[in-house]
Each structure stands twice: as C-alpha cells, then as structure tokens.
C-alpha cells in the first residue's frame, strides 16, 4: 500500500518544521507583510498590511536618490535645465494673464491653467529653483553635500530660470504674444506684485513655498504619474488663488514690466523678486524640508546609500566644501580606516574603472611603489552612476555592488601582493567618478596616482568641465596618467625642457630601469641648428642631475616640439611627458601637444605631472 500523498502546503497552511523555526526568529510585521504576498488571492487578514503610499523614510530615500544625481551635475546641464524651466514658466505667466483678461479677473477661472508651466516642468525632471529647496537641502542636512556645494547648486538653477524666464519675458513683451486685453492684464499683474508691501510679499512667498516643497514631498510619495500630475496641479492652482507668489513667476511678469519700460530693473529685482525669493526659501526649507526630515528615523538612509548617514562630512568639510577636503559623499564608499602606519609610507592610488583589464596599469604602480620602502598600493574600484534611473536604490542591490566589485578585485589583489608592498582595495559608486579620484586622494593623504585614460574610462569621457574645475586647484599629490597600448616599458623616451614635472618623468624612468632594465632616450628640442651644442650641454647636465647618465641623447633642432617627439616615439614603446606650463586647460581641451602626441603614436603615453606653487588662474591660463 503506498504512503499518502504529504499534505498540501499551501491548502493547510502550515510550513516544515525548520521553516517554522525560522519564521519564528523574524519580526512579526516582516512575517505578516510575507504571508500577504504568499497569499493566493492576494486578499490580507488585515487590511492595513497592504500599504498604497510610501513610508517618511522611504519618500526621504527617494529624494536623496534623486538629490544624488542633481547636487553632482555639471554647471552646463543645471544651468540649461534651468533655462528649460525659466522659460516653461513663461508659458503660466502666457496662460494667467490670458485668462485673467478673458474672464474679467475672475479669482478662480483666470487661475485654471497657471499649473501648467508646472506640470511640464515636474514632469519633465527641469530644474526649478523652488523645488530645490528640499532635494538638495535634505543631503546637506545629512551632511553628505556641504554648504558650497548647495548654495553652487542653487546659484547655477535660479540663474538658468532667471535667463529661460527673462527670454520669455522679452517674446511676450515684443513679440506680439498677447491680445491687447491679454497684455494689459499682463501689466497688471507685473505692477500689483511691485506695489505690494515687501513685508507681505515675504510672508505670502513663504506660503508659497512651503505649497512648492510640499509638492515635492509629496510627488515623491506618489507611485504613478497621473497621481503626480494631479498633485502638481492642484498645489500650483492654490498659488494665483491664495494671491501668493512665485519667486520665477514674478521674475517673468517683473521683467514683463522692465521691458516695456514701466520699471526698473534694480527696482523690480529688490522690491518684488528679493522680498519673494526670500520668502520662497525660507518657506520651503524651515516649514517643508526640516519638518519632514525630522519625522523621518534614524534609518532613513539605509536603503538609499551603503551605510547611511554613517558616512559624512566633517563639521569643516560641511561649510567650506572643497576648500576643506570633500564637498559630496559618494553613494558607496568602503574604504575604511588604513591598517597600515601612515608615518613614513608611501602611498600610490590606483583608480580602476574594469578590474579585469587593467591589470597593466597596476602592475606599472607596484613597480613604482616597490622602489620605496614601507609602500602601499591601494585600488580603488570605481563605478559610476550617470543617473538615478541606471540604478535602483536598495540595500540589498547597494551590498551585491560591493560584494560584485570585490570578486572582481581578487585579481588586482594577487598582483599587488606579488610584490613586497601593502595592499588595500576599496569600492567607490558615485555620479562624479573623476571628482572622487581627488577626493580620495587628499583624504589617503596619497603621494602618487596612477591613472588610466582611454575612452571607456569614466574620466576620459563626458564634458571636461568637471575635470578642469577639479584640475585647476592645486594636485593633491603626483600624477601620472597612462594611455595605455600594450604597455611595454623596454623602449623608454623622455622628452625634457626642464621643470618640476621633468623631474617626476625622470623618477619615473630610473625606476623603470633599476626594476625592468629599460633602455632611456632622452630629447631636447631647440629652434635651430645654431642651438645644438647649447641644447646637448643642457640635456647631457639634466641626465647628469637625474642620475641618467647612460640614456641617449637626442637633440632635435626643428623647433616642432610635438612633431619630433612623433618621429622619435616610432621607435620607443614608452613616451614618459612632462606638464608643462601651457596649462592644463589647453592640454585637456584644446588642440594641445599632450593630447595630440597621445593620439598619433602608437607606442604606449604616460602623461606625469607634479603639484606646484601655481596659482588657479595661471595653471589654467598658463603663462
């Protein structure tokens, strides 16, 4: 007789043994929430399990996803953004004053369509200066962006709105955009914010910005978008109905009335758009952002970022930013506190962007730090985000990143302790990857960086704003930068002329031979024939001084610096490249002698510079 079939498991509703055990062990609201997604009609015990709206925390952890990507962008795409947005509301000022003129100034029916500049501004992700109340103001109240980095962030979006909105202002003013009825109800609403005491603009502009950050308070909690377009619509309507104002609204109809000569600009901007964009701020941050973050727990971030608010700026790096060390936390971050004594070591950092094929570039910074003694390498894995949407934030997706990356960096770890050198890995996730390599940099206290460039690199692609920012202060350390092409180390040539820079590409060279027997050629270019013996004193003198005696010397006497180093490098593997004092905007963006050689020669290029006493303007500018 064969054994009954064993009992249904879901029809009696009970769970083996050591699955019993288990569930016992976990909260009862976690067991409950399971059991309702187990459920075979999906219909709760309790209805209250199934929640339709987010929670305060994870309406905050949305927010800061968001903040994330918009706190980190470039100056170019916040300020077009910002234009975009200016100029949407042109259109709400188009409409409002349409219909306050057809409908005789009716309190309701002249507002229907003011949300609408609104509605494509939300829903079209612009940046608008009111909405940024809250966002980027929730990380610097974490302490994850610093002050700088807010006040930057707010300057750049109310300067983009203030431009998209002045040329909307001038269409509507020349244009021939209004009826004559509309244009005069345009001129009225313009001259009734100007003459309302400055006193009752603030207070009114606070109310409508506690309206503005509420809105994004609560379009964040909404699951679908046409929750969000109804919630947008009808706070925004509020607005013209409870005669509050707009800080970029009354902008447009302030420069409305400037353009056709009814008032001045400094009048307008401090008796209507200050009294105003004050009262937009404070509302926004004081009655919106704080209240709710502080009705948010004390685990708000840990579904957002690796480690929550573990992780933050120091009280000096929150109000100065940059000046200080970091402005921004990366979203991850796993480098903890060295094991190895920092007095007397030398640090080399390694910023990977693939783990698996870059293994060349950090065999060439072993080999560097193995010629000091008590030397660590430390690889940094970064991976960067480009936005929100390539990332879906979460625990448990922010530990299979780092558990990811470091499979990936067993490799580089075996590499490095094949030399006598210490190693440290760590993992970097952030929208601004090039930024980070300084960030870490000054904060390992690191003496060399050794930097890969290429295409697939998330440094050698994009705009070059954010480089050149970052570039122009002061290196943190030794820089060396390698466009690598089978890197091969055999073959060196040294182009000099001198300076702090050669100097390092010399260091560079002579350890390259005491650990690869590298054969050196060093070149000198001059103007003429006249200069060749001048030319070969000197460069035979700066091998002397930079214990290369046994290099070969190369005067070249056509004075095209960038075509001899060209003709020399055919027969070299390496290209070792001194900065120099043309600056480094020239070099990275412009038709430079680096990135030309980098891209004519087929040899391997390694690009060194040294920190120097230069000044912002003068390293950006050059000479």
């Known amino acids: 007789m064969s054994n009954p079939d064993p009992p249904d498991q879901e029809r009696t509703g009970r769970e083996p043994p050591d699955q019993e055990q288990r569930d016992s062990d976990r909260p009862e609201q976690e067991q409950v929430r399971e059991a309702v997604e187990r459920s075979r009609s999906g219909a709760p015990a309790v209805g209250a399990v199934v929640r339709d709206r987010f929670s305060a925390d994870e309406v905050f952890q949305r927010i800061v996803a968001a903040a994330d990507e918009e706190v980190t962008s470039g100056s170019r795409e916040l300020f077009f953004s910002g234009i975009a947005a200016g100029f949407a509301i042109t259109i709400t000022v188009l409409l409002y004053a349409s219909l306050y003129a057809s409908t005789d100034g009716h309190p309701i029916l002249s507002a229907l369509l003011y949300p609408l500049g609104f509605i494509y501004i939300i829903i079209g992700g612009y940046q608008l200066y009111t909405e940024n109340t809250l966002p980027p103001v929730a990380l610097s109240l974490e302490r994850i962006a610093s002050i700088p980095a807010l006040l930057r962030h707010w300057t750049i979006v109310l300067a983009g709105n203030f431009t998209g909105s002045a040329i909307g202002a001038a269409a509507l003013a020349w244009g021939g955009v209004f009826s004559p009825e509309a244009a005069d109800a345009a001129m009225y609403l313009g ?69 056709l000569g009814e ?126 949407r390539s990332m879906r934030y979460g625990s448990g997706r922010n530990e299979r990143i780092v558990s990811e990356s470091e499979r990936k960096m067993d490799g580089i770890r075996e590499t490095i302790s094949s030399y006598d050198i210490g190693c440290e890995t760590s993992t970097v996730v952030s929208h601004r990857s090039f930024e980070d390599v300084f960030d870490t940099a000054e904060r390992e206290r690191a003496d060399l960086v050794v930097l890969g460039w290429g295409d697939k690199q998330p440094w050698g692609a994009g705009p070059a704003e954010s480089r050149i920012r970052k570039l122009t202060n002061n290196l943190p350390c030794d820089f060396l930068v390698l466009k690598d092409r089978d890197l091969d180390t055999s073959r060196i040539l040294l182009p000099t002329a001198g300076g702090p820079d050669s100097d390092l590409s010399a260091e560079v060279a002579r350890t390259l031979v005491q650990a690869d027997g590298s054969d050196v050629s060093l070149l000198h270019v001059v103007d003429d024939a006249e200069e060749r013996a001048a030319g070969r004193t000197f460069l035979a003198n700066w091998a002397s001084e930079h214990d290369l005696e046994d290099a070969d010397l190369t005067i070249d006497d056509s004075g095209d610096i960038e075509g001899a180093i060209c003709r020399e490098a055919a027969d070299h593997s390496l290209v070792i490249i001194g900065a120099t004092e043309a600056g480094l905007l020239s070099r990275l963006v412009s038709d430079s002698l680096h990135m030309d050689v980098v891209n004519e020669v087929d040899s391997s290029v390694l690009l060194a510079e040294r920190p120097s006493k230069r000044n912002a303007i003068r390293r950006l500018l050059g000479r």
């Open 263 to 388: 008032f001045g600009l400094f009048a307008g901007l401090t008796q209507f758009v200050l009294p105003v964009l004050l009262g937009n701020t404070i509302g926004g941050i004081l009655l919106v952002t704080v209240v709710n973050y502080f009705q948010t727990s004390e685990r708000r971030l840990e579904s957002a970022r690796f480690d929550g608010n573990e992780r933050q700026l120091s009280i000096r790096e929150w109000l100065f930013g940059g000046y200080a060390g970091r402005s921004y936390v990366p979203l991850i971050d796993t480098a903890g506190v060295s094991e190895i004594e920092e007095s007397g070591t030398y640090r080399v950092l390694v910023p990977i962007s693939n783990p698996r094929t870059e293994s060349r570039i950090v065999d060439l910074a072993c080999t560097l730090a193995n010629d000091h003694e008590n030397a660590v390498v430390h690889a940094v894995h970064i991976v960067q985000i480009p936005d929100r």
């Open 191 to 259: 001259t009734h914010g100007m003459e309302t005491a400055w006193l009752d603009l603030f207070f009114k502009a606070t109310f409508a910005g506690l309206i503005v950050a509420g809105v994004v308070w609560v379009e964040y909690s909404a699951r679908e978008t046409i929750a969000r377009i109804v919630i947008v619509y009808m706070a925004f309507l509020a607005i013209p109905i409870g005669n509050l104002f707009h800080v970029v609204t009354s902008f447009t109809e302030m420069a409305y009335v400037v353009f």
